[in-house]
């Protein structure tokens, strides 16, 4: 039975790598994918990973049927024996429901890769509709790290080091970014609730609570 299955997980967890390995096993076993993604890090039509592997994809559009898409080039005589999603998060929720079609409808499986909150811990509606619709959810068994060692569970987006909470919700970025540029970090909750990152957690501890007291 096919399904559509969402791999979440916080940004740098590994499922760009994953989506890459899946369709590996698949095209060395003769079938073939169709792949879909939007808004890479690597630019139009990639689907990209951390660990330096790409492979080229359909850029999806605003407001593009996928189902339509799919019924099209299998119609032309193209083959498509399952359907990759990758950056699923942006998407919308339409898109996601034409996904599911093309489970119920096609027969075929689609697996869609997306971190499920942005910066402010809220939804992406794409993400949500995945949730709604997915036959499984799967979590990322690599876990990204906060800098306190414990999982990761949010995603921060930072400028120069430090968490902000006001923004776009989608900003195209990576992690790891210098000073002064907007980039992303994972956080535990509780850090991400505090606003502390790596950096800023790092000058707290370098400036002491309490002022030395000089002598008279
Ligand atoms: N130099 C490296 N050596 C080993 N693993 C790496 C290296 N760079 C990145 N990675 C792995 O790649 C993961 C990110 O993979 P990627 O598929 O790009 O993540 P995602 O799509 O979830 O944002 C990191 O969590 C890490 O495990
Ligand atoms: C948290 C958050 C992330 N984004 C962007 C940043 C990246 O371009 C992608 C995530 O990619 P990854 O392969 O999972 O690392 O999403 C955003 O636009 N808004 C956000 O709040």
Redesign the pocket.
């Known amino acids: 039975m096919s399904e559509l299955v969402f791999f979440s997980?916080t940004?740098?967890?590994?499922?760009?790598?994953l989506a890459l390995q899946i369709e590996h096993n698949r095209s060395a076993r003769g079938l073939v994918g169709m792949i879909f993604t939007r808004d890479d890090r690597a630019g139009e039509g990639k689907l990209s990973?951390?660990?330096g592997l790409v492979t080229d994809a359909v850029e999806v559009e605003d407001g593009q049927d996928l189902y339509a898409y799919v019924v099209d080039h299998l119609s032309r005589g193209g083959r498509a024996d399952y359907v990759i999603a990758d950056e699923a998060q942006f998407l919308a929720p339409e898109q996601i429901d034409q996904l599911a079609r093309v489970v119920d409808d096609l027969g075929l499986d689609v697996y869609a890769f997306g971190i499920t909150t942005d910066f402010r811990s809220k939804l992406f509606p794409g993400s949500q509709r995945l949730v709604e619709l997915a036959d499984r959810v799967e979590v990322l068994q690599?876990e990204?790290l906060c800098w306190c060692g414990a999982r990761a569970t949010h995603n921060a987006r930072t400028v120069g080091g430090v968490m902000v909470v006001e923004g776009a919700q989608v900003v195209v970025g990576d992690v790891a970014r210098s000073a002064d540029e907007i980039g992303y970090e994972v956080l535990c909750r509780r850090h991400h609730r505090r606003r502390m990152t790596a950096a800023t957690s790092r000058a707290a501890a370098l400036s002491p609570d309490v002022l030395p007291v000089s002598p008279a």
């Open positions: 997980g940004m740098d967890c590994g499922k760009s790598t990973s951390r660990l690599v990204a």
